[in-house]
């Protein structure tokens, strides 16, 4: 069996000939011409398709295909110039109809003509590569009826002036559209295209290019935007029910140009109703049709951005360089935070949150916040009285919300050392006081700062809350050592380590002498207890009680500085003190001295103190008594120091002066840190490298750092290159 060929088996045809009637092939398609009169005329009941099949068949078999295909083409042609004629003679609304009408019957007939010639469609069609017969009557439809002369422009005229009454608030068929347009569709898409959608777009651009106009000239912005939205909701309804998918993109865009795009800038600057105005008013809904509308068209949302962007520059400049704004820092501050969170609703509610505003908001709030250079003095001064008193009854989560937002401002800080400068006073301040309202709040906050800049930042600020706790611990071991003094005067004393807390220089003062005598008491026990330290009082950072008795036997207790303290108990020995025999005695500096004596004689209702003359300064020939006649509802009577809230001018230069000292050695730090992994770097790579590097502390200014780089050349930290003066080596 192997050794033997593969034989490919063949059928061969008969090898008689067989002979066919010469009339065959006319008889056989005047059957098939009158099944097809019959078919168009509906009256294709009475057809018997099985023979009709049968014959199509056999004259394809017998090489008659030819006779067969264009026999149908003419007779299929002839009909539809009929149909065309009956098309035609149709009036007014019934013109589509009738159209309508005539297509499905077409399709109809069709599909029957094709099941009789199944047999040409499959095996002379592909062979002769001629059109297949459902192709081929969609062609012939396509030719005779909708491009015929007097159908082409009349159809297109028509659905047309259809479209223009829907637009104009008429209701018009939308079945029949549907029907009229599928059709159009199933002749091929250039079909569609040329003869309905191409001039479509051109006709629906005239329209609207015509009523954009109209609108702009009689609607504010917000109206224009509703008028815009509709027309596009309107063109996407219109695609859903009988336009081609394909088209929503291209209608989308002739509305999108002829009424956004060309009126873009019209529209954000328009007076009392533009984008400005809206922000100003809090127009949510106007903002977020805008943004949804303009982020269709190219440049639309950059056009938004940059006019928001411009106006909240200009608002904040306006805000922070205001002098009457800058007189209370409280207020400012929570101008910044209340501007900040009206921008922050727009972008949630308008803008979808979208990043690129997030990040447009941001830089503005950089930008202005660091014009003002106070701006880190009043965050922290801000920071201070909600701490003291502005977060009372507040509930945990507030507290968090507040101090988050203040995080926030402060990340927009470029001098974050300036704040840490001011923050470390105030909380001092608050700390020894006992005015903070929570240690949670003083805490959170701490950790906020340390997560933001690192533990560097926030160690001395931990520093000053262990010093309390260990002064607390202190202060009873003290009292559990010396029994005896449980009748006199009470001694608080805080223990600062020198390092952690704002320096102060240590000022001399007179203290009375049952206070002396106590202080010399905890200042043995303290260094009997620790070796190797050294305590210098700061009487001008404490406070006291003492109780009083006044004119008609009023009793009260007052609350005041030691240095008011050591004023006060010098009237306990004299009835009347001149100016100069009260610093005489007490040796308070000059300043702190009339803030103290000012603060007791001159301010209504703590004035436990008269003096002569009766003015609002101190001079240096005043003369002080206790004013008999003091009265207050209340038994404890708080006598603050007359104190500016904000710094002044000397006392600001001198904060500047300091956090210009600080900065130096984190300068020369930065500037050898980098220069040891780099070895060697050019002058203008070390600037871009140090103010990178310390660009979370502070903005280095480049002055000063060529002046640090300069003093480790003095200390041989770092060479000059010989050739190349601009190059610096790291010497190890």
């Not at 509802?633 to 001198?654: C, F, N, R």
Request: charged share 30%.
């Amino acid at each position: 069996m192997s050794n033997q060929k593969k034989r490919n088996f063949q059928i061969e045809a008969f090898k008689h000939r067989v002979v066919v009637d010469p009339k065959y092939a006319d008889k056989t398609w005047k059957v098939l011409e009158h099944a097809i009169h019959e078919i168009y005329n509906h009256n294709a009941s009475g057809l018997s398709f099985e023979e009709l099949y049968r014959n199509a068949y056999n004259m394809v078999l017998h090489k008659f295909g030819e006779k067969l295909y264009s026999g149908l083409v003419t007779t299929m042609t002839s009909h539809l110039k009929e149909i065309s004629k009956s098309i035609e003679a149709a009036q007014g609304g019934m013109f589509l109809e009738e159209m309508n009408r005539k297509w499905t019957d077409h399709n109809k007939a069709l599909q029957m003509i094709r099941d009789i010639l199944m047999y040409m469609d499959r095996t002379y069609i592909p062979s002769t590569q001629k059109t297949p017969v459902h192709e081929l009557g969609l062609n012939l439809w396509r030719d005779n009826i909708i491009r015929s002369s007097k159908i082409q422009t009349r159809l297109l005229n028509t659905l047309l002036e259809l479209v223009l009454r829907e637009r104009t608030g008429e209701v018009i068929n939308r079945g029949l559209m549907r029907n009229i347009i599928k059709m159009l569709m199933d002749l091929g898409p250039s079909v569609y295209q040329e003869d309905f959608e191409n001039p479509f777009l051109e006709v629906s651009a005239e329209f609207y290019r015509g009523e954009s106009q109209k609108f702009i000239e009689c609607c504010d912005c917000g109206d224009y935007l509703k008028k815009a939205e509709r027309r596009l909701n309107e063109e996407l309804d219109r695609v859903t029910h009988y336009l081609d998918a394909r088209s929503e993109a291209k209608i989308t865009n002739v509305v999108e140009k002829e009424m956004i795009a060309n009126h873009m800038l019209r529209l954000v600057h328009m007076d009392n109703s533009g984008l400005v105005n809206m922000l100003l008013d809090d127009k949510y809904e106007d903002l977020g049709r805008m943004y949804n509308l303009f982020r269709r068209v190219s440049n639309g949302l950059s056009t938004i951005r940059e006019v928001m962007t411009s106006h909240l520059r200009e608002t904040g400049k306006q805000l922070v360089t205001d002098p009457e704004r800058l007189k209370d820092p409280v207020e400012f501050v929570q101008r910044l935070l209340d501007e900040k969170d009206k921008y922050d609703s727009i972008i949630r509610l308008s803008f979808s949150n979208d990043k690129t505003f997030l990040n447009a908001l941001n830089s503005s709030f950089e930008f202005f916040i660091n014009l003002n250079n106070r701006s880190p003095e009043f965050i922290s001064l801000f920071v201070d009285d909600k701490l003291r008193k502005g977060l009372k009854g507040v509930s945990e989560e507030d507290v968090e919300i507040i101090l988050d937002k203040v995080m926030m401002l402060f990340r927009y800080l470029q001098e974050k050392d300036v704040f840490e400068k001011y923050y470390k006073q105030h909380l001092a301040k608050r700390l020894l006081s006992g005015k903070t309202v929570s240690d949670d709040a003083e805490r959170s906050l701490i950790v906020k700062l340390k997560t933001e800049c690192g533990y560097q930042f926030t160690s001395k600020l931990e520093g000053m809350f262990t010093d309390m706790k260990t002064s607390q611990d202190t202060m009873q071991g003290f009292y559990a050592s010396h029994p005896e003094l449980g009748d006199g005067p009470t001694l608080t004393v805080q223990v600062l380590t020198t390092g952690s807390w704002p320096t102060q220089p240590s000022v001399t003062c007179n203290l009375p002498s049952e206070m002396s005598a106590l202080c010399e008491k905890f200042r043995s026990y303290y260094l009997g207890t620790h070796t190797g330290r050294r305590l210098s009082w700061q009487t001008n950072m404490g406070t006291a009680d003492i109780k009083a008795s006044f004119g008609k036997g009023q009793k009260h207790e007052l609350n005041v500085s030691t240095y008011q303290m050591c004023v006060l108990m010098l009237f306990n020995n004299a009835e009347r003190l001149s100016y100069k025999e009260i610093e005489q005695a007490t040796e308070i500096p000059t300043v702190d001295l009339k803030r103290c004596l000012q603060s007791m004689a001159c301010v209504k209702g703590k004035n436990v103190l008269r003096k002569e003359p009766m003015s609002k300064d101190i001079g240096e020939d005043d003369a002080f008594f206790v004013n008999d006649k003091f009265t207050s509802k209340l038994y404890k009577v708080k006598i603050g120091t007359v104190v500016a809230q904000k710094e002044s001018e000397p006392e600001k230069q001198e904060t500047r002066q300091r956090v210009e000292e600080d900065r130096k050695p984190q300068i020369e730090a930065a500037i050898v840190r980098i220069m040891k992994s780099r070895r060697a770097l050019d002058h203008n790579n070390i600037i871009s490298e140090v103010t990178k590097q310390l660009q979370s502390r502070f903005l280095a200014n480049p002055t000063e750092i060529k002046k640090r780089i300069e003093s480790l050349i003095e200390r041989d930290f770092l060479e000059r290159d010989s050739i190349d003066r601009k190059l610096y080596r790291y010497l190890a």
